[in-house]
């Protein structure tokens, strides 16, 4: 089985140093399975790769383990495959790369780096669907070839055998970490006896990640080889872990944008723009993306012309809230029909949210840092496809017109970036050109000669 680490960023060669082997030489490392053997087949200033080589013995592992094995423990595929094998090695040939630490140069695990990743073969039980399901919310693009079960008898179909390549903008240690946990998680099985030390395992190397990924009890579940007793008190863990009151947190620092835009009124006008685009667009179909509390949803919900309104959320409790707010369960049933919520992430793909006329987004771009804004465009513009897009985000050049906002600082403290109109037109240009889209753009709010509107407004029409 082959992994390959590839850097891009000039010099290059500081892959070496995040990963504590020498370009120039070729080393092997002894495992219980077999060897692994780690190799630069490209190291150069501008492009280096290290490839992680895996050798499994499977003659040799029934021996050692095994008094009465059976033909299927020596005739398998667990040489030739990505698995929990990989995992293994993982741990013992990259351990301090894993642990973020690099002596010569201790600034240089903590530096984001575009990093790729490539990995031949990899069994995946799910296909592509479940790739990008797991791999997509954290960040990644993903490109994945499906193998054929023989090339001679193409009949046979397809097999579960995957080359897939990652690419993305993180910590050398995150990727590896990554990797560490879905690997085996792809392949839904392992190589030895699961039991409480593998629940520790998986919370130490899934913390700062596995609890906000929107597919986190599949990966628990397949970690633990779905023993349910492990998975149940892994995923309580993961709930104690998370911030006690996020969602109150959340609630507050909204709090503090809407007191820095209340004497302009901005949310009323905000809302009722994208409601009247949403409504110049002919609808019927409509989402909300990144709904929220549902404050767009109770607009949209008095306009007959959206015969069908779905709100989608990554948090649980906002979604909660905004039930509360719409009260659905009070709705006559045509009305109640008419909206439905659901929880998923926008950074990956969800086949309910494709089939739409229209969708919003409104003041959610700038909570999204740089890899996941990346994988949103994907899942929107790429994946979803709705005729219409409209799309809200904050004008940072009117932040000076705010008396209670201090300069420099953002409407929100979660907000990621605040884009000038300059870089909000460059960055919707681009996404409209990338994915045969039309775009405009619209004031919201009071205009200033100088500073432009408060909001920014994008119509994007395929």
């Known amino acids: 089985m082959l992994l390959t680490l590839t850097l891009t960023r000039p010099p290059a060669t500081d892959l070496g140093y995040l990963l504590h082997k020498h370009p120039e030489r070729v080393q092997e490392f002894p495992l219980p399975f077999g060897a692994a053997h780690v190799f630069y087949p490209d190291a150069t200033e501008e492009r280096c790769t290290a490839a992680l080589l895996l050798d499994v013995d499977p003659i040799g592992l029934i021996r050692r383990g095994v008094r009465f094995a059976r033909l299927d423990h020596y005739v398998n595929d667990r040489p030739y495959v990505g698995s929990s094998f990989v995992s293994v090695a993982l741990a013992r040939v990259f351990n301090t790369a894993l642990a973020g630490k690099c002596t010569p140069r201790p600034e240089l695990p903590e530096e984001v780096l575009p990093l790729e990743a490539r990995l031949a073969a990899l069994p995946v039980a799910g296909g592509e669907e479940i790739l990008r399901r797991l791999f997509e919310p954290l960040g990644y693009e993903l490109d994945a070839v499906q193998h054929p079960l023989d090339e001679r008898f193409p009949e046979w179909g397809a097999s579960r055998y995957h080359t897939v390549h990652l690419r993305g903008s993180l910590r050398l240690r995150d990727l590896l970490t990554h990797l560490y946990v879905l690997i085996p998680v792809l392949d839904a099985q392992k190589h030895y006896w699961v039991g409480d030390d593998e629940v520790e395992k998986l919370l130490a190397r899934g913390e700062g990640w596995l609890a906000s990924h929107p597919d986190r009890e599949l990966i628990v579940n397949r970690y633990l080889k779905y023993q349910r007793p492990l998975a149940r008190a892994a995923l309580e863990q993961l709930l104690v872990d998370e911030d006690p009151a996020p969602d109150a947190e959340a609630g507050a620092r909204e709090a503090e944008e809407e007191a820095v835009e209340e004497p302009l009124r901005l949310n009323e006008q905000r809302l009722g723009a994208v409601v009247a685009a949403l409504r110049a667009s002919g609808a019927a179909r409509v989402l909300d993306l990144g709904c929220g509390s549902g404050k767009l949803l109770r607009s949209l919900m008095a306009e007959p012309a959206f015969e069908q309104i779905v709100g989608v959320d990554i948090s649980y409790a906002a979604l909660e809230r905004a039930k509360s707010r719409l009260r659905l369960e009070q709705l006559a049933p045509r009305q109640r029909d008419r909206v439905e919520l659901f929880q998923t992430a926008l950074t990956y793909r969800d086949r309910r949210l494709a089939g739409f006329d229209a969708a919003a987004v409104v003041e959610v771009i700038e909570h999204l840092d740089e890899p996941r804004l990346r994988g949103f465009e994907r899942v929107v513009f790429g994946h979803a496809?709705?005729?219409?897009?409209?799309?809200?985000?904050?004008?940072?050049?009117?932040?000076?017109?705010?008396?209670?906002?201090?300069?420099?600082?953002?409407?929100?403290?979660?907000?990621?970036?605040?884009?000038?109109?300059?870089?909000?037109?460059?960055?919707?240009?681009?996404?409209?050109?990338?994915?045969?889209?039309?775009?405009?753009?619209?004031p919201v709010g009071p205009v200033d000669p100088e500073l432009g509107a408060p909001t920014q407004m994008a119509v994007f029409e395929a």
């Open 385 to 442: 496809k709705p005729r219409t897009v409209v799309v809200t985000t904050p004008n940072r050049e009117y932040n000076a017109k705010f008396e209670g906002l201090p300069a420099g600082r953002f409407r929100h403290r979660d907000h990621r970036f605040e884009w000038t109109r300059a870089e909000f037109e460059a960055w919707a240009g681009r996404v409209a050109a990338d994915h045969a889209y039309r775009v405009r753009f619209l």
